[in-house]
């Protein structure tokens, strides 16, 4: 059987359907070849010294793994000087990252999260990079990019994709037009389209959450988990199996798979309040793939490729995956509110 490449499904997505220009084509194919030097990396290990940690943080106050500095660094490398965008911005940088000048700029800006999951690098579980596509707001044209330019609501993502790096590397992409995936052939080095239109099912018996932090959690998501647990004797009437693997990259393909939910909701603790998830470089790029793929992204009340963000680095609560396993649980924070 003959797959078709991801050069040829992008310029399809130009020529034919009209929905996407070629500057952003080529920054789609830059990101993907960029995606898959990161999973040579990965999958070179302790081979190449890229395992364990530096004694470096990140913004976020995370320490940083050797693959996280070199992930994100094979990212800015490889799209700065195409001419297809104004501006960057990585989970693992303070501020944002200019085209520097001996380079031209295009009208895109690229957010990303270079190595998702990473404390699973060092055990060898699937890890991921995502990233969101945006334009830049008109009236940036002529003048220096600022970070008020990223803070767009999700909603207005061009394009957003993952790569997971696991027993095949996979590229999952939506430019507007639905979800598709495509496979990396190791043998050619090419991204093969293997997964067409890609759809959730709208049910499911399988819930991701981390359950160790039940302690924590708010009534409306304590009162969905209960009801999963209870089984088919439970108010749901079904039985549930939980799913974790503490990478979000992973846990979300899964739901693209086969359905599913997941959680990682806000909670009572002062680092939870607002969420943990970054809104810019995880929970839009994923809530925009979810929703194409017919599912449903919100952090509790609210839909999440609605919110405006207020700052680069800004979480949010994530609950997304299956559309009538979302509404529930979204159902019962809105009962919550109103009580």
Not at 330 to 339: A, V
Request: aromatic share 6%.
């Amino acid at each position: 059987m003959k797959y078709k490449s991801l050069t040829q499904y992008l310029v399809e997505q130009q020529r034919l359907e009209k929905i996407m220009s070629a500057e952003l084509r080529l920054l789609i194919e830059t990101v993907a070849r960029a995606c898959k030097a990161i999973g040579h990396a990965v999958g070179k290990g302790a081979l190449g010294g890229v395992l364990g940690t530096l004694d470096t943080e990140n913004v976020q106050g995370e320490v940083q793994k050797k693959l996280d500095v070199l992930s994100n660094e094979i990212l800015l490398d490889a799209n700065e000087w195409g001419g297809h965008l104004a501006a960057m911005a990585s989970e693992e940088m303070e501020t944002i990252h200019l085209i520097p000048n001996r380079y031209p700029k295009g009208e895109y800006l690229l957010l990303f999260d270079p190595l998702d999951g990473s404390s699973n690098i060092d055990v060898n579980v699937s890890i991921g990079t995502i990233f969101s596509v945006l334009h830049a707001p008109p009236g940036a044209s002529g003048r220096e990019i600022e970070e008020q330019d990223f803070l767009q609501p999700g909603v207005r993502q061009v394009a957003a994709g993952y790569a997971v790096y696991g027993p095949q590397t996979m590229l999952v992409l939506t430019v507007g037009n639905g979800v598709v995936g495509f496979t990396l052939d190791r043998e050619t080095g090419a991204w093969r389209l293997t997964h067409d239109e890609i759809r959730i099912p709208e049910q499911t018996k399988e819930f991701s959450i981390n359950m160790s932090n039940m302690r924590h959690w708010e009534a409306p998501v304590r009162r969905y988990i209960d009801e999963c647990l209870a089984g088919k004797e439970g108010p749901l009437g079904k039985d549930y199996n939980m799913r974790w693997i503490a990478s979000m990259v992973a846990d979300v393909h899964r739901i693209l798979s086969r359905g599913g939910i997941f959680m990682y909701p806000r909670d009572h603790r002062p680092s939870g309040k607002g969420g943990k998830l970054r809104l810019m470089y995880e929970a839009n790029p994923m809530s925009y793939i979810v929703e194409q793929a017919g599912g449903l992204a919100v952090d509790g009340e609210q839909r999440i490729l609605d919110i405006q963000p207020t700052a680069l680095h800004q979480r949010v609560g994530v609950i997304l995956g299956s559309r009538e396993e979302v509404e529930r649980v979204h159902r019962y924070h809105l009962e919550t509110q109103q009580n």
